[in-house]
C-alpha cells in the first residue's frame, strides 16, 4: 500500500512525507535493501530542503534499521541519535516525531537491560501518541510496559497495580 502511495502521481514534497513509513514497512517485509534505498532518498531529499523534521524523521529509521541489520551497529550511537532527533521534535513540536523517537528509546533500552528507563521512554512514547492521535503507535508503547515491570527491578504489588494501570489506560 506504502509503495502505491508512494508512486502515485503527486507534489515531490507530498511523496517524501510518506517514504519513511515505507521504508519502515519494507524492513518489517524483509526487504532491506530497498528500505535502505528509500530512507537514503529522504535523508538526501529532506537536508536538500532543509526540511528538518523530514530528517529527523529519516535519521530515526535509518537508525532503527541499522540497528537491527548490523550487527557491529553500536547501541550507544544509536540511542545519542535518538535523544539527536527528540531534541529536534521537541523544538518543533513534531508529536508524532516524539512518540517514535520515544519508542525506540526504549527499545534500546530494553536491550542494555534498563528496565526502569525503558518503561519511562515507553510512557513517553504512549503519551506523545495520543497527543498526535496514533492510537495504534499508543497501544504498542503501552503493550510493551508490562514486560519491564516484570523484567525490572518492580515489586509484586506495585508491578501488579502498574499492571492494571496500563490496562485501564489502554
Known sequence: LFTRS?????????????????????????????ADAV??????????MGDDRLHAHARLVRSAQR????????????????HATIAVFEKLGDELGLARAWRFAGLLQLYFARFELAADAMDRAAAHAQR?????????AFAW?????????????PGIARCREIVERA
Open 132 to 140: 498526535a492521535g496514533e492510537r495504534r503507535l499508543e497501544l504498542e
Open 6 to 34: 508512494a508512486s502515485l502521481p503527486t507534489a515531490p514534497e507530498a511523496r517524501l512525507q510518506i517514504l519513511p513509513d515505507l521504508s519502515e514497512a519494507l524492513m518489517n517485509t524483509g526487504d532491506v535493501e530497498q
Open 67 to 82: 540497528v537491527f541489520t548490523q550487527p557491529d551497529q553500536k547501541l550507544d550511537d544509536a540511542l545519542r541519535e535518538v
Open 145 to 157: 510496559l508490562p514486560i519491564f515491570v516484570w523484567a525490572g527491578p518492580t515489586q509484586p504489588e
Open 39 to 48: 530512507i537514503g532518498e529522504v535523508l538526501d531529499a529532506a537536508r536538500d
